[in-house]
C-alpha cells in the first residue's frame, strides 16, 4: 500500500501488521460469531430427545428445562453455557454410576437387555449399553467445555437466559 504523497523509499519501510486470526475462527467474513457445528448436533441432539420425552410424558419438567437451555444457547447467554457444563458433567456422573446403582445382588444373573429401534430389535448385555452411555456422556463434556463453544456466547456476565 503506497500512498502517492509518501516518497517511494518511505514506503517500503512502513510495515502494515494484519491481525492474525485464533487457530479456532470463530467469526466469518462479517465479522459476526459463528454457531460451532458440533453444538449445533448437540442442541438438535437434546431437541429431538426432549420433544420425544414431552410426547411420552416422561419427564415432562426437565425435557421444557431443556428446550429452555437450547433456547438460551441460540441466544448465546452466558448463563446457557454454565447449564449445558452442569448438565454434562451430571449427566456424566450419573451414567458412571449407573452400573453401581443397577447392581442387585439378588439377580445377579440377569441376561440381556432387549434393545428395540422401531422395526429392528437387538439383544445386548448391560455393560454396552452401560459403555455407550457413558461416552455420549463424554462428548457432551467435551463439547461444553471446548474453546470454540465458550467463544459461541456473549463475554458479558449475563444470568438471565430469556434476555
Sequence with gaps: MT??????H????????????????????TGKAVFPKR?????????ITSV??????????LCALT?????GVAGRQKAALYMLRAYGILQLGL?????????????IVAGPTTVDFGFMQMVLPDWVI???????????????FNKAVF???KPRMNFNIMS
Excluded at 10 to 29: C, G, L, M, R, Y
Excluded at 67 to 71: C, E, F, G, S, Y
Excluded at 130 to 144: D, N, P
Design 10 to 29: 518511505d514506503a517500503e519501510k512502513i510495515n502494515i501488521v494484519e491481525p492474525i486470526n485464533d487457530i479456532i475462527n470463530t467469526t466469518s467474513d
Design 67 to 71: 428446550l429452555m437451555m437450547v433456547l
Design 3 to 8: 500512498d502517492k504523497n509518501l516518497p517511494q
Design 151 to 153: 467463544k459461541w456466547f
Design 52 to 61: 420425544s420425552g414431552l410426547m411420552a410424558q416422561q419427564g415432562v419438567l
Design 130 to 144: 452401560f459403555t455407550v452411555l457413558i461416552v455420549l456422556a463424554l462428548i457432551q463434556v467435551w463439547i461444553s
Design 95 to 107: 451414567y458412571s454410576m449407573l452400573p453401581v446403582i443397577m447392581y442387585d445382588p439378588d439377580n
Design 39 to 47: 453444538l449445533i448436533a448437540l442442541m438438535v441432539v437434546y431437541v
